[in-house]
Every structure is written in C-alpha cells, then in structure tokens.
C-alpha cells in the first residue's frame, strides 16, 4: 500500500509520537549522561559515556527526521542502528538469574524490538512523499 493512500492525519500524529517520543529519550540521554553511563558500563559498554552520547544523537536526529518528515530515511536508519546494537547489550534477559531482573530486561528488549519494527516500517515508506510535512 502506497502512503498515500494511508490517513495523512493518522500518518502525521503516528510518526510525531513515534520520533517524537524516540527525540525525547534521546535527549535524555544528555540530561543524565552519568547515570546511564554507569549503567551502560555495568553492561561492558566500551567507552560508556561516549556511547551514551552517541546514541542519544542517533535518538534525538533519527526521532526529530520522523517527526518533521525531513530525510526520513536517514532518520530511521538512525534509529534502526540504535535498536540493533542497544537492544541485545543493554537488555541481555537470557544472562540473567534474578526472575524479576529477567521478566523487566525481557520487557524491555521485545519493546525495542517493537520499535525497531516500527522504524523498518518507516524505513519502507520513508522514499515516498509524506504527507503533512511540517
């Protein structure tokens, strides 16, 4: 199916609250840089605090692309990139003991693979004309 043939309300309204939520993690990635650094070096990130700056870069311009329509494709490349290398390191479930450690870690790596679902979808229609630009 052609997005154009899609609701371009329904279009405009789901990809603000997709990028817009995925910017705003983003940027909270610089607001408490040391905290997740410590955790992302808890996980054996290399270069944590680096890491946790880049990969917020990757949220906040992968997620303001989707929201604003501009370079949409690279926009979701970003964010694929992300879930891909984020999603298995920071939410290993299958190295877990702690059965509530296990079950939250489970949660939050399917949700990434949600989202990582929705940014291939983006992905896909990204070349087309998107409707409502802002």
């Known amino acids: ?8 309300a329904a279009f405009l309204v789901g990809r603000v609250l997709f990028g817009g939520v995925l910017a705003f993690m983003g940027l909270n990635h610089f607001m408490q840089a ?22 917020g870069a990757l949220l906040v311009v992968g997620g303001a692309s989707i929201v604003l329509g501009v370079a949409p494709i690279a926009g979701a ?26 079950q939250s870690e489970m ?8 989202l990582v679902g929705g940014a291939l ?4 229609v990204g070349g087309g004309s998107w409707p409502l630009a802002l």
Do not use: C
């Not at 290398?85 to 877990?96: A, G, K, L, R």
């Not at 790596?109 to 949600?114: D, I, S, T, V, Y």
């Not at 979808?121 to 896909?124: I, K, S």
């Open 77 to 102: 490349i970003a964010l694929v990139a992300f879930f891909v290398v984020s999603t298995p390191t920071m939410h290993d479930f299958w190295s877990v003991e702690d059965p509530e450690q296990r």
């Open 34 to 55: 040391d905290g997740l650094a410590g955790y992302a070096e808890m996980k054996g990130v290399p270069a944590p605090k680096l890491s946790v700056y880049l990969s």
């Open 1 to 8: 199916m052609a997005i154009e043939t899609v609701s371009p």
């Open 107 to 114: 949660n939050d790596f399917l949700k990434n693979a949600a």
């Open 121 to 124: 979808v983006l992905l896909a």
